[in-house]
């Protein structure tokens, strides 16, 4: 069993839609939770991070983590075109440096 | 601009021929890593540095090398490529769990 697990999709929705993502993890030593966005050819770039459990707003976007399922979630408001990409979720026990991924959800916002 | 760099963006060689992935971060940042990024496994972590002369394993080291002779550089060395390391590689720098940047990538295909 992988340390994250993330569905994969593809996930496609109209524009306007609210995108729904997760990921579950086995590490009950997780404590800091990520979400990173990737568009096609290029690095992953941060797009939320939360400690512990809680939830987290920024724009459209909102993080929850709920620590006693072991489940992370990705929210996204009025999708837009511009929102396909692939997201992956990352998480990790310390404040340092090992983070572990999921495979990542690729998203696509038809208009 | 703060950046992540690698060199080359795209590489195709042979079985056996020795290369090595440039990368060169700007920010001062201690901590450095590479990943790799393969179809439904996600991104996974190859090395690490936490600072000069301080490197480890990540989860899938072998066949690869590291070195970190200064701050700013951390190349990945393949002494003999073989075909299950053709694969998309990505560096990332940071000094804190919510500042990662990752590098554009560099895809390599061993023939």
């Known amino acids: 069993q992988k340390e994250v697990e993330q569905d994969p999709g593809p996930l496609s929705v109209p524009e306007g839609a609210i995108v729904s993502l997760n990921c579950t993890y086995s590490?009950?030593?997780?404590?800091?939770f990520m979400w990173y966005r990737q568009y096609s050819r290029k690095g992953p770039e941060l797009l939320m991070y939360?400690?512990?459990?809680g939830n987290k707003e920024d724009g459209r976007f909102t993080a929850q983590v709920d620590k006693s399922s072991k489940y992370i979630s990705l929210f996204i408001r009025d999708s837009q075109p511009s929102d396909s990409a692939t997201y992956l979720c990352?998480?990790?026990?310390?404040?340092?440096?090992?983070?572990?991924f999921g495979a990542g959800t690729t998203v696509t916002v038809r208009a | 601009e703060a950046q992540v760099t690698q060199n080359p963006r795209y590489l195709i060689t042979v079985t056996g021929k020795k290369l090595t992935v440039t990368c060169s971060q700007n920010?001062?940042?201690?901590?450095m890593s590479w990943y790799r990024q393969d179809p439904g496994l996600g991104l996974r972590q190859i090395y690490y540095?936490?600072?000069?002369?301080?490197?480890d394993k990540g989860d899938v080291p072998e066949g690869y090398k590291v070195s970190r002779k200064e701050k700013r550089n951390f190349p990945l060395i393949l002494e003999s490529p073989s075909p299950n390391q053709t694969s998309l590689y990505f560096c990332?720098?940071?000094?804190?769990?919510?500042?990662?940047?990752f590098g554009p990538g560099t895809r390599l295909t061993v023939l």
């Open positions: 990332a720098s940071r000094s804190s769990a919510d500042t990662q940047y």
């Open positions: 590490n009950s030593a997780f404590q800091y």
């Open positions: 939360t400690y512990s459990s």
């Open positions: 990352a998480m990790s026990p310390t404040n340092d440096y090992k983070l572990s």
């Open positions: 920010m001062n940042h201690e901590y």
């Open positions: 540095s936490m600072n000069v002369e301080v490197t």
